[in-house]
Every structure is written in C-alpha cells, then in structure tokens.
C-alpha cells in the first residue's frame, strides 16, 4: 500500500466516523457543523493529495535538484559538527566562568531579570578579547 492509499484510508475513516457520528448520536447544531467542517476540511485534503506524487530518493525536495553522494555528505557532517560541539564547549566554559565571577561581585543580584544580561556581556566581553589575541 502507497503512502496516498493510507493517506486516503485515514481521511476516509475519520469522514465516516463523524458521519456516524451525526447519524446515531442526537447533536445539536454547534456540534454538526462542527463535524461537518471536519468532513470538508478532509476533503479539502483529500482533493490536494491527489495531484501529489512521490519524489525519488536522490532529490532533495526543498530545492528539487539531485542529491550528492551520501559518502561526502557524512565527512561534511562529522566536520561541522566537530566545530559546533567546539564553540558549545567554548560557550559553556566561558558561561560557568562568567557566572562564577559575577556570583562573586556583591553589587550583582543572580535572581534578577537582569543577571542574564549582564552573563551575556561579560561573554562578549571575553569572545572579543579571546579573538583579539
């Protein structure tokens, strides 16, 4: 089975089901017309799945060109992730330093709103000296 046959098969369900629904229960108005926006709406997305097709597995469905090989993806993905796990651990340590100096100040209140800002400048502070040497 397809993914547009379960995808049908599903709305298909919940179509007859809320129909049931309106037949057997005694509803009042509010309540029938809302399950009957839920059958439209369903069949709004039954109507919109029927000129959808399935994209081969070598496209890349955002941009809808072909796809590299997977083998040179990996090696850029374990590169880049390297260089992010750096700079968060880089972050981190310069954010338990900069906590740990401003717990120290007894100017600084650590529960007000402000404390967070005042984290994020005394970082700043530190990347722009750590990119000067």
Do not use: W
């Amino acid at each position: 089975m397809n993914t547009k046959k379960k995808v049908y098969t599903f709305y298909i369900a919940i179509i007859v089901l809320a129909v049931l629904a309106m037949m057997v229960f005694d509803l009042n108005l509010v309540a029938k017309s809302i399950l009957c926006l839920i059958v439209f709406f369903c069949l709004l997305i039954m109507r919109s799945i029927q000129n959808a097709y399935q994209m081969p597995d070598d496209i890349d469905p955002d941009t809808m060109q072909p796809v590299g090989s997977v083998l040179g993806t990996e090696k850029e993905v374990t590169h880049t992730q390297t260089d992010y796990s750096t700079n968060i651990d880089l972050y981190l340590r310069l954010l338990i330093e900069a906590d740990e100096a401003l717990s120290k100040d007894p100017d600084i209140d650590q529960m007000s709103p402000s404390y967070n800002i005042q984290l994020n400048r005394y970082i700043a502070q530190r990347l722009e000296s750590l990119e000067r040497i």
